[in-house]
């Protein structure tokens, strides 16, 4: 799906007369800058209905080229875990 179809999709959800598509694309878009200076700062965010999402830190370790096999450094950095939420599992369970 598309930002422009993620777009539409909310705006019917909505009841279309409530929102424009403007407004919404400035307010996902808000949405996102927020979330990554929060994360950015090692703050989690909580998405209702879906989950949460927070930066973790992971360890330098070796690792593999999987087309030679020859065994590389993979340094530390920071990475987002996402943990899925009771409602979105629910949901996907069926």
């Known amino acids: 799906m ?6 539409r999709a909310v705006e019917v959800e909505l ?3 409530k929102a424009s598509p403007a407004l919404i ?13 929060l994360l ?3 703050q989690g965010v909580s998405l209702l209905g879906l989950g949460s ?3 973790v830190k992971r ?3 070796e690792g593999r080229n999987p087309q030679t096999g020859a065994a590389l450094k993979i ?3 920071n990475a987002v875990k996402f943990s899925a939420g009771k409602a979105l599992k629910d949901t996907l369970k069926g």
Request: aromatic share 2%.
């Open 53 to 55: 999402l927070k930066a």
């Open 25 to 37: 694309g400035r307010v996902l878009t808000a949405a996102g800058a927020v979330s990554l200076g």
């Open 15 to 17: 009841d279309e007369n």
């Open 2 to 7: 598309t930002k422009a179809e993620f777009i």
């Open 59 to 61: 360890a330098a370790r």
């Open 40 to 42: 950015k700062d090692g």
């Open 75 to 77: 340094p530390a950095h």
